[in-house]
């Protein structure tokens, strides 16, 4: 059974990047790796020309310390070499230990800002690809072969963060697959689990390449839709909904069918404004709750007011 997601359920860090974790036409980008903080391995990628790590929700990296200012530092892209400006912080920025103004980034260098710590990975490292493996492995879910809630996290956040500033649509799709616990019982977990890979291949096949799908908890999936408003997105959750009901896992003599049921919510306003991805999240939650409520094997696209 769906249960309304509690606001303090995700954790996923704030800024972390999605984007290259394939390698880009230009090979991998430098990055950096927090080697100590409330989330170790946390990748950001240098993509960008400037990139501002502070407290604020506005910044690219925010590191959630009150020791931490809001606009704390800068990281400036000039050609392939990258400087850390310090943002007048209260408490200074470090690299390798020294409080730094300016500082330009070699290779390994450590930096400090407040108690978190990031290693500055450049791109002509050789711990470059190692660094990509670790975070593609730490991104993927290892049955199912798709994203996992971590990286859809990641990804939504970034995502939605840009979608709020350019502006442009962006929807999320969240589904579940009904009564789940009926086909483990019935047929046993690892025929669930059959199951479930079947789902994720089906849905898989009908998103397009930009779409992002995940599994999101045990038999439950996100899809992010860039570009999309809320009656594409309910148009997708449709189209992915009769190609589940429409077929079947074979298992023995037995056709086993399951259907699905979707909720919808996008950025554009639906009521109040959306603020975060987390109202995205709360808003195709309550929709995919409403789904469920409402009898299963459909689809409600959220159109709520608050
Ligand atoms: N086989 C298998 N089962 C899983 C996995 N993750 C979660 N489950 C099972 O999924 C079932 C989910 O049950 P419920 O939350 O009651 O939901 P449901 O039976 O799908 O009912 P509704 O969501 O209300 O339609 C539980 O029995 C879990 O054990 C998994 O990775 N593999």
Known sequence: MVKKTPKEETTIPPGTPW???????????????????????RRVVLDKDEI??????????????SCVSRQHAV?????????????????????????????????????TIGNTIFKFIAKN?????????????????????IHNKRFFLEYLEQKCHRSLLL???????LFDIDHFKRINDTYG??????????????????????DIFSRYGGEEFAVALPDSDAEQAGMTAEKLRRAVEATAVIRDEDEIRVTISLGAASLEPAGSPIRSWRDLIERADS???????????????????R
Not at 52 to 65: H, M, P, T
Not at 127 to 135: D, P
Request: charged share 25%.
């Open 167 to 173: 502006p442009t649509k962006l929807a999320i799709i």
């Open 19 to 41: 984007f290259h974790w394939k390698y880009g036409e230009n090979g991998l980008e430098a990055c950096l790796i927090m080697i100590r903080g409330p989330q170790v391995g």
């Open 287 to 305: 929709a995919l709750y409403e789904a469920k409520k409402a009898g299963r094997n459909r689809t409600i696209v959220y159109r709520g007011t």
């Open 75 to 111: 990281i400036k892209r000039e050609a392939s070499t990258f400087i850390i400006i310090d943002q007048n912080s209260t408490n200074g920025t470090f690299v390798n230990s020294e409080r730094r103004v300016t500082c330009v980034l070699r290779d390994q260098d450590l930096i």
């Open 52 to 65: 501002v790590l502070g407290r604020s929700k506005n910044a690219d990296v925010q590191i959630e310390e």
């Open 125 to 145: 490292s050789p711990e470059l690809h190692y660094h990509e493996e670790l975070h593609k492995q730490a991104s993927l879910d290892p049955v199912l072969q």
């Open 189 to 210: 977990h690892q025929t669930g689990d059959q199951v479930l890979l079947h789902v994720a291949n089906i849905v898989k096949s009908r998103l397009r390449n930009s």
